[in-house]
């Protein structure tokens, strides 16, 4: 597989993604508004379904197509941070929902009647240390009881529902620190005002987050996912495909950064010769394009592991970290080639640069992709 495989699904997607110009873009970036209107048309088009089974109205993709999609709504200048979630959160519900959650949730979800693109995981005080957050949730009877605060909460101004993790069970009485968490379904447009209060949070990307203080609310039984307990595991379960996600994005981005350097190289004239005659202009791009290229097959590996039902937890991490690195690299390379104009935003790349350079810290920061390595590949000793 290569940077052409799936041409008609790359087709697919450019159609819906391309009517968003850099000026549309530019605009929402500059109102810091949430890019409603491109959200709609992949809704509308199926392609943030894609990952819902057939039976429930979804489009079924493989995860291989799945990332595919993402790496084109990049590599067309989008963004695929305002729409990513609504790909994968709702995959929780699938592997460990009920059949009434399923059926109740999912058609809903493919129709685009209603949007679960919002997950509360961080906490302000324990941040990557997710064992520790101090979110709780007490049963009495048939309603869970939570109070908490959770930071960089984001699309949840737009989305319908949220998933939730809170502790059922105190750290102290558990064996494993992983255990007695739990995953909630959090239905937004009942909360939101009562018993959620939200802060957005200004940031250096055009990112809809928020930090949120939860006071207090009530949630059914039945909106609890899976067993009591077991939260974590089930969020566990879905990073995997959110990482190798995220890695194709950025994927995109590279070959955006790659493509729109190499062609203004082409055409700038300074000393009376393209600036991409030179080898100090030329060879940066090359070597960016050789680690995209490089990225994309190790997140190939990691969609082929996942779509034969094989653990990719090393493939997905590795991808998400080389795809990372190599957009990054791609954005300053781009930045550099363009000199001065690099700067201004109607080139976009100031855009998508700050956009790509969240990709080292969210949704996982690079240390702790290292860290699992060291650990899980490599058997070194565990270091947090
Ligand atoms: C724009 C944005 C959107 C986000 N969206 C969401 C969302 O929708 N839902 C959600 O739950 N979260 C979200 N996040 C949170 C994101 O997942 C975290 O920011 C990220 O996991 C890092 O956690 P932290 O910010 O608490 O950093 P910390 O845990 O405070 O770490 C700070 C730095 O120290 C490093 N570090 C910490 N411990 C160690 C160690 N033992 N060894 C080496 N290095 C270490 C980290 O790698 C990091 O670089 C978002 C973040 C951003 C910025």
């Given amino acids: ?10 087709e697919g997607v450019r159609q819906v993604v391309t009517a968003f110009d850099s000026r549309y873009w530019q605009e929402v970036d500059e109102a810091r ?6 959200v709609t048309a992949l809704t509308q088009a199926g392609w943030l379904a894609g990952l819902i089974p057939e039976e429930y109205g979804g489009a079924g993709l493989s995860l291989t197509q ?3 999609v993402m790496e084109e709504i990049n590599r067309a200048g989008g963004n695929s941070g305002a729409c990513h979630g609504q790909m994968y959160v709702m995959g929780c519900i699938v592997r460990h929902g009920t059949d009434q959650q399923k059926q109740d949730l999912l058609p809903r979800i493919a129709r685009g009647e209603i949007r679960m693109q919002s997950m509360a995981v961080t906490e302000p005080s ?5 064992t520790k957050l101090k979110t709780t949730a007490v049963r009495k009877g048939d309603r869970y009881r939570i109070n908490g605060q959770k930071v960089w909460t984001s699309r949840l101004q737009h989305s319908d529902y949220m998933l939730l993790l809170a502790r059922t069970t105190p750290l102290a009485e558990v064996k494993k620190k992983s255990e007695g968490l739990s995953v909630f379904l959090v239905d937004l447009r009942e909360a939101v005002g009562k018993t959620i209060t939200v802060r957005p949070i200004r940031n250096m990307v055009n990112h809809e987050t928020n930090e949120i203080f939860i006071d207090n609310l009530e949630v059914p039984v039945e909106n609890r996912i899976g067993e009591e307990g077991r939260g974590l595991k089930y969020i566990l379960d879905g990073l995997n495909a959110e990482r190798i996600l995220i890695a194709a994005e950025c994927i995109g981005d590279g070959y955006w950064f790659t493509e729109k350097a190499s062609a203004y190289a082409k055409q700038r004239v300074v000393f009376d010769r393209p600036i991409g005659q ?18 994309s097959l190790m997140r190939y590996r990691a969609c082929e592991l996942f779509d034969a039902g094989i653990h990719c937890g090393a493939e997905a991490n590795m991808s998400k970290l080389l795809a990372a690195d190599a957009s990054w690299e791609a954005a300053n390379v781009c930045l550099q080639t363009h000199g001065g104009f690099g700067f201004a935003s109607e080139y976009d790349i100031e855009r998508k640069f700050r956009e790509t350079r969240l990709y080292q810290v969210a949704p996982i920061s690079t240390n702790m992709i290292l860290s699992y390595l060291g650990e899980h590949v490599l058997g070194m000793p565990r270091s947090y």
């Fill in 126 to 130: 324990t941040g990557s240390d997710t």
């Fill in 1 to 10: 597989m290569n940077n052409h495989s799936f041409p008609e699904l790359r």
């Fill in 33 to 38: 508004a949430f890019p409603e209107k491109f």
């Fill in 278 to 295: 030179n080898q100090g202009i030329q060879f940066p791009i090359a070597r960016a394009f050789v680690n995209v290229e490089a990225a």
């Fill in 66 to 68: 799945a990332s595919v």
